[in-house]
């Protein structure tokens, strides 16, 4: 069976989506691409309402099995962090009201299940997704091939087996960006 997983890289200005399906045999072919903008000029209601009516138009025209959608780890700008959680806010919302579950990959997990490395830079994630989608040009910009990222890595990481979600921080199977992710969640539940 071909999972199909729509793969967002979530922003306010900018908000990468991409559909990829995915063959046993880990075989990714692109379906759709783009990026969903606002503008820093519009009220933030409204440019949340513009990127929600986007994700609901591909939801319903792509129908994914799941969503991977990018999850922040740490950044120093707050006012970027803010925008990126209410958008995928937003994101998460209409994956729910479908009953369409939601995956959260960090940027490191992304670059690492992608290029091999989690420290890549944007270039390589987007030399590699073209590569690996066969695809002639490089998808621009940068929020498109991330957005295509997630996915791939997504439907990757499902067939394995593997799930943040439900492996432990010690388990073997997870590369190191996720080994830490699930042992700062561990630690966040610990301190309440």
Known sequence: ???????????????GIGVVDVEKNRRATMVAVGVVGTSPEETLDQRLLVIALAIDDWLDRYEPHVLAVERVFSQLNVSTVMGVAQASGVVIAAAARRGIPVALHTP??????VTGSGSSNKEAVTKLVTKILRLDAPP?????????????THAWRAGSGASVATTSPGSQSLTPAQRAWAEAEAKARRAR
């Open 108 to 113: 490191s997990e992304v670059k690492a299940a």
């Open 140 to 152: 621009r910009p940068a929020d498109a091939a991330d957005a295509l990222a997630l996915a791939i």
């Open 1 to 15: 069976m071909t999972l199909r997983v729509l793969g967002i890289d979530p922003g306010l200005t900018r908000c």
